[in-house]
């Protein structure tokens, strides 16, 4: 399931640990995580800032969008607005990047 | 006194309006996620659609269409001027109203239909698609299009198992008790017993309750729940103690610990994973059996309709007797289906807007069903 599929991209990345779709995404780190394992080259993981929120969302989705061809589903704004992200949007959207990785040939799936 | 009355009143409103306003915030969010998404796969239509406002552009139902299309990749059929497609009929009229909460729960739906799943290949998944579409032209009155069936199944499917999985965690597991469904399991109360220690360990000796019968368990389960946790009665000792007790009434008050205590224990298991909040189940578990209520209705509707047209029709009597007898199976189909979603909900005995629709137009189609029963036979 998907869940777990973001917990094993995750795993090796510090200060990460999803354990649903909607706290465990609320400062970004983990959305630039799970970009970070796909196209490390995209940007410095270590650099990040749990505390700007914002930010961390702006390049997680920016980067996925131009590298995996993901579009931003999610508004950084409302992100930040909620208490906690909304679990529907977030799981739409990393189902999203998932399909695009997938086109991509980034992930492989059984067939 | 009355002063004290009307301020509780009106904190009261203050409280449902900050959550109207918290609802209404999330709605909002949703909407826009959606339809961004929605737009993403539009896109790729030739030529390409849009969707600006989600609510008014789903009701005729074109876009839609058009999004399942390029979803699953496959052409469907549509008929020119219709309002609705059939294979969505279920929510004919709530889509054509533009109700929020309907339009972003069918689009939720669509979203969980279309995702990949790493185990499954895509193309095992269009074929419910592909066969649903053709039996969109039969005239059965009968039970939901397989696409929806299948995607309800699922939507149940993935409620149960995390309430399942949040019993065996949170409660069963320290006792050495294994969960595997909502029925025959929870018969001896002890898997009651092991959720209400999990949340107050005070209350019940894990051992004693081996000792004791079924319905001693089942009652000083309830009642320590009902009395020292807070959460009604919904079950009788009587309807748990059977062979095959009824899963969707355990599962509902199951459901009602959840809500009520999602983290039972003072700590959570190393690696526990939470796959939906458990709030979210909750809320899955109404919607799913809104859903459930209203695809009943659609389908009263229609039998309604089929009643009165063979009442009025010519056509031999050998004809009327057929379609008497089709009648008649779905008909004794849909009652047993429909029998527990028509109990009334909590001690109070009063039966949700939905249910009492629904009873209300069960009623008339039973009515008019004597009727033709009665002018057929003679």
Known sequence: MLLD?????????????I????????????????VHRFFPDAFEYYTLNPTKPKENFELAFSTAERLAGCPPLLDPDDLIRMKEPDWKCVYTYIQEFYRCLVEKGLVKTKK | ???????????LNLVSGFFQYLRDEQEAVQKRTFTKWINSHLAKCK?????????????????????LEVLSGQRLPCEQGRRKIKLVNVHATDIADGRPSIVLGLVWTVILYFQIEELTSNLTSLQ???????????????????????????????????????????????????VKDFGPSWRDGVLFQSVVHSIRPDLV???????????????EAFSLAENQLGIPRLLDPEDVDVDKPDEKSIMTYVAQFLKHYPNPGLCEADGQQDEFCPG???QMLEREERQMLRELKVFLDQLEREVLRAQGSEGSLTDKY???????????????????????????????????????????????????NVAIRS
């Open chain 2, 205 to 219: 000796d894990m051992e004693e309750v081996r000792r004791r019968s079924n319905r001693e368990n089942l009652e």
């Open chain 2, 1 to 11: 006194m009355d002063q004290r009355k009307d301020g509780r009143k009106s904190s």
């Open chain 1, 19 to 34: 354990r649903n779709f909607s706290s465990s995404w609320k400062d970004g780190i983990a959305f630039c995580a799970l």
């Open chain 2, 322 to 372: 057929q379609e008497f007898k089709s009648f008649r199976a779905h008909f004794e189909m849909k009652r047993k289906q429909s029998e527990p979603l028509l109990q009334p909900i909590g001690r109070e005995g009063k039966l949700s807007v939905d249910q009492a629709l629904l009873k209300q137009a069960w009623d008339r189609v039973s009515a008019r069903w004597c009727r033709s």
């Open chain 2, 128 to 178: 419910p698609l592909s066969t649903s579409s053709s039996s969109v032209e039969s005239s059965e009155a009968g039970s939901p299009p397989p696409m929806k069936r299948k995607v309800v199944q699922r939507f149940q499917g993935g409620a149960k198992k995390a309430l399942l999985r949040w019993v065996q965690s949170n409660a069963a597991q320290f006792h050495g008790l294994q």
């Open chain 2, 47 to 67: 030529p390409p659609l849009e969707v600006t406002d989600l609510f008014e552009d789903i009701k005729d139902g074109v876009r839609l269409l058009a999004l």
């Open chain 1, 5 to 17: 599929w973001c917990r094993a991209k995750t795993e090796p990345y510090e200060g990460v640990n």
């Open chain 2, 280 to 282: 979210d189940i909750e």
